[in-house]
């Protein structure tokens, strides 16, 4: 009690600055009221619709209690309430039907909003997220998993429970930073990131990792990995049995990656451009000092992927070759329709955006965590909340959801214009809209070989908006669609038991939904498929396997490297 007395009094000025609106929120409350506001003539014009659901909803509602009552209720596929205690007897079973008939019938009310404008996504979005919230089983009293656990230990789980909070509040200075995994299970450079690798270049955004090969001999082209700075590089070399990087040592590449900084104010000036030329353009050059070699296959992933893509489109700009063949994984380069992410950002927010980062010349890394949280809120939000309030647990070890919490910072410079120029302006599709390092670029005059990767479940890049990549670069695209969502999705190494397939198809009708109908599905993972494509472009050529530091480059120091263990 203590110690909740000391954080509750900031945790309140937390809370009123960001409603207020003198702090900065990703929620930007009063376009949420506005929102509500300009939706309600959409009921209002409808009476005899708007009447119809409703009643619709309160026989479905009555039903669900009818139904609990005479014992017809069954299991339900929703993970929320999959603990078999929600069928146990008629109370649970209706404060659980009848929840998921509310939000049935609540989905199909707001399908009168007119369709495709913002104040409907805004609606449709906070009223899930209100709902969400009030789930039976996010209650202690409610859900009989809690209440059990409550009884079998004495209380001790509320006490827990209780801990938890405190610490969750404490960790996040009055913002309540939810725990989502055990971060004593993990440790860069020993558990994670541990594929034997040197650091042979580093500039002011980067570093350099050249890995140790794994095959007497390798392909003659290295490979470049440019990963996300919006969290560490290690994504791409988890533990050794999910390492995309081991895999691809493992079939004889030459592997380099890219080890962003964790951005400060120091920072605050440093531009897109600057993230092409000090990024994979300095890593190219770096590499072809390392080997001898001029020509490079490169990879992205996420805002990686674009930045790829942006650069490829640069080089073709300038008649420069050095890459062969390319590959993005997750990645948009057309934001007609972003999916729920664009609740967040419109230009209003981009004037608070631009107004908050002028005192800190950066974004702090919470805000696109509880972003990215909000859109999967029942994953990611509140099954923790029940985990570790109400049933006073701490969450297991799960490598990903590590990585997903060692986030990064955000330069002001590179952030503002990246929400402009390519999210709200969508100029990266349009030839000619964008200018990089004084050259206007076409996503058209790329003519290098192209394989691009989505997933099915994705949140946050749905893969129906990566799906017009096919449409708009000038040349061979292979597009593959993997099974899961944005992390799990990509990070699918083969294994005994795969978790995931993925669909192919060889031709790229104009809608993605026409293609899904005749693409054919796979079981495993995708990544062998991607490793035959690569080879499918490479010459049978192999060269003795390039060692780190013994060519051009000397080492500077072992991987993981300095700069990804900065926070």
């Known amino acids: 009690?203590?110690?909740l007395q000391a954080v509750a009094k900031r945790s309140q000025e937390t809370a009123s600055a960001k409603i207020s609106g003198q702090d900065f929120s990703i929620v930007d409350y009063r376009s949420v009221v506005e929102a509500y506001m300009r939706a309600l003539p959409a009921f209002l014009e409808r009476p005899l619709e708007t009447l119809e659901l409703s009643q619709r909803f309160w026989v479905d509602w009555a039903k669900a209690w009818q139904d609990a009552w005479s014992g017809e209720g069954g299991k339900v596929g929703d993970k929320r309430f999959r603990d078999r205690r929600w069928n146990a007897d008629p109370v649970t079973r209706g404060l659980r039907d009848s929840h998921l008939a509310l939000e049935r019938?609540?989905?199909?009310?707001?399908?009168v909003l007119p369709q495709g404008t913002k104040d409907s996504l805004r609606v449709k979005f906070y009223?899930?997220?209100m709902l969400s919230a009030l789930s039976p089983s996010n209650f202690l009293m409610l859900n009989p998993a809690a209440r059990e656990r409550l009884l079998e230990t004495e209380g001790r789980s509320l006490l827990d429970g209780f801990r938890n909070l405190v610490e969750d509040l404490e960790r996040g200075e009055g913002r309540l930073d939810i725990n989502t995994n055990d971060a004593s299970a993990f440790e860069v450079g020993k558990d994670l990131a541990v594929t034997p690798g040197k650091v042979v270049y580093e500039n002011e955004l980067m570093q350099l990792i050249h890995y140790e090969p794994m095959t007497k001999t390798q392909h003659k082209r290295p490979l470049l990995f440019v990963p996300p700075w919006i969290n560490k590089y290690y994504i791409f070399d988890m533990r050794p049995d999910n390492s995309m990087v081991r895999y691809m040592l493992e079939q004889g590449h030459s592997v380099f990656l890219i080890s962003w900084v964790n951005p400060t104010r120091e920072h605050a000036a440093m531009s897109f451009e600057d993230y092409m030329k000090l990024g994979p353009l300095a890593a190219l050059d770096a590499m072809e000092k390392a080997t001898g070699e001029e020509r490079f296959d490169i990879l992205g992933f996420c805002i990686g992927g674009i930045l790829v893509t942006a650069t490829l489109a640069l080089l073709a700009a300038r008649g420069d070759k050095r890459i062969v063949t390319a590959t993005t994984f997750a990645t948009m380069v057309d934001f007609t329709n972003v999916g729920e992410v664009g609740v967040f950002i419109d230009r209003d927010r981009l004037a608070a955006l631009r107004s908050?980062?002028?005192e800190h010349g950066y974004l702090e890394n919470h805000h696109l965590q509880d972003m990215f949280s909000m859109i999967r809120e029942n994953d990611l939000v509140w099954s923790f909340h029940v985990m570790n309030y109400l049933m006073g647990q701490k969450p297991p070890a799960f490598d990903l959801l590590f990585w997903n919490a060692d986030s990064t910072r955000l330069p002001a410079a590179m952030l503002l214009w990246y929400l402009e120029k390519v999210y709200i302006e969508n100029g990266l599709r349009q030839p000619g809209f964008l200018t990089l390092d004084g050259t206007p670029i076409d996503l058209g005059k790329i003519d290098v070989p192209f394989f691009v990767l989505a997933t099915k479940e994705d949140h946050i890049a749905p893969w129906t908006s990566i799906y017009p990549t096919t449409q708009l670069l000038?040349?061979?695209?292979?597009?593959?669609l993997g099974g899961s969502g944005h992390i799990a999705g990509v990070i699918n190494p083969p294994a005994e038991r795969p978790k995931y397939g993925y669909w192919t198809r060889s031709d790229y009708p104009e809608k993605s939904e026409e293609w899904l109908e005749g693409a054919k599905q796979h079981s495993g993972s995708w990544w062998p498929e991607w490793a035959k494509w690569i080879a499918s472009h490479s010459d049978d050529a192999r060269v003795p396997a390039y060692r780190p530091g013994k060519g051009g480059l000397k080492v500077i120091e072992d991987a993981p490297g300095r700069?990804?263990?900065?926070?």
């Open 356 to 358: 908050h980062m002028a």
């Open 563 to 567: 700069y990804v263990r900065a926070k």
């Open 474 to 480: 000038g040349g061979d695209v292979t597009f593959v």
């Open 1 to 3: 009690m203590t110690r």
């Open 127 to 129: 009223t899930r997220q």
């Open 105 to 111: 019938a609540t989905e199909e009310f707001l399908s």
